[in-house]
């Protein structure tokens, strides 16, 4: 079965500095990740994805993560912090298991940007 | 445009009682997927829908839960005889389905709460 690992219950870190949130993956096959945001009381929301090409992935609200083959990690990172960004990060894998569909997820990361 | 649409947003039911939660995917989205958010569990997969093809209902946790989708749009899943550890928060997906668009766009969820 695919899987995900967030290594980190919680990441804090200082605004302005830059922040990694980590994730590494076990699959069968080529991956395809993915990065979710949560805030407070409300659904989760896309960040960017990993499918094929570049290792380095671009996304919204300046995020980027880079897919390392070799270390088997799918890192979400930003070159600085805003207290905005304080929420729960979620990474996924695309899971085809059985002829289905779904996103395995982590287990989420708490990420706190502080003043 | 219109993301995902889920109601209610909250209920609150007694133990035993039957439930029916709503979802409203985005226009045009063929693929629809249901999650459950608990503290204890994290993020879990429940039942995808893509097209008019049968449902891969692997994550449902018992017989008690089912879910239907009428003409490729709306879907419910109802729980019948609510347990208390059916208390969670329930999330609703969509995706297009088309080429290599697997990022899934969820909807807000209903904060189910049995007592």
């Given at each position: 079965?695919?899987?995900?690992?967030?290594?980190?219950?919680?990441?804090?870190?200082?605004?302005?500095?830059?922040?990694?949130?980590?994730?590494?993956?076990?699959v069968s096959g080529n991956p395809y990740l993915f990065w979710y945001v949560?805030?407070?009381?409300?659904?989760?929301?896309?960040?960017?994805?990993?499918?094929?090409?570049?290792?380095?992935?671009?996304?919204?609200?300046?995020?980027?993560?880079?897919?390392?083959?070799?270390?088997?990690?799918?890192?979400?990172?930003?070159?600085?912090?805003?207290?905005?960004?304080?929420?729960?990060?979620?990474?996924?894998?695309?899971?085809?298991?059985?002829?289905g569909n779904k996103l395995t997820f982590g287990t989420g990361t708490q990420?706190?940007?502080?003043? | 445009?219109?993301?995902?649409?889920?109601?209610?947003?909250?209920?609150?039911?007694?133990?035993?009682?039957?439930?029916?939660?709503?979802?409203?995917?985005?226009?045009?989205?063929?693929?629809?997927?249901?999650?459950?958010?608990?503290?204890?569990?994290?993020?879990?997969?429940?039942?995808?829908?893509?097209?008019?093809?049968?449902?891969?209902?692997?994550?449902?946790?018992?017989?008690?839960?089912?879910?239907?989708?009428?003409?490729?749009?709306?879907?419910?899943?109802?729980?019948?005889?609510?347990?208390?550890?059916?208390?969670?928060?329930?999330?609703?997906?969509?995706?297009?389905?088309?080429?290599?668009?697997?990022?899934?766009?969820?909807?807000?969820?209903?904060?189910?709460?049995?007592?």
């Amino acid at each position: 079965a695919q899987s995900v690992a967030q290594p980190e219950d919680q990441v804090n870190v200082a605004e302005g500095n830059p922040l990694t949130v980590k994730c590494t993956y076990s699959v069968s096959g080529n991956p395809y990740l993915f990065w979710y945001v949560q805030y407070p009381n409300r659904g989760l929301q896309f960040l960017l994805k990993y499918i094929t090409g570049d290792n380095l992935v671009k996304g919204s609200y300046g995020f980027e993560a880079e897919f390392n083959k070799s270390q088997t990690s799918f890192h979400l990172k930003k070159p600085s912090a805003l207290v905005s960004d304080s929420a729960l990060y979620f990474c996924a894998v695309r899971d085809i298991t059985g002829g289905g569909n779904k996103l395995t997820f982590g287990t989420g990361t708490q990420l706190k940007v502080e003043l | 445009g219109a993301g995902v649409s889920q109601s209610p947003s909250n209920k609150v039911t007694e133990k035993g009682k039957d439930v029916e939660l709503r979802c409203d995917p985005i226009s045009g989205h063929t693929a629809l997927y249901w999650y459950r958010q608990s503290l204890g569990q994290g993020l879990e997969f429940l039942i995808y829908f893509q097209g008019n093809s049968a449902p891969d209902k692997s994550g449902l946790p018992s017989d008690r839960f089912s879910a239907e989708r009428t003409g490729g749009s709306v879907s419910t899943l109802t729980i019948q005889r609510t347990q208390q550890e059916d208390s969670a928060v329930y999330l609703c997906a969509s995706s297009s389905g088309l080429g290599r668009s697997y990022e899934q766009y969820f909807g807000p969820g209903t904060r189910l709460t049995v007592t």
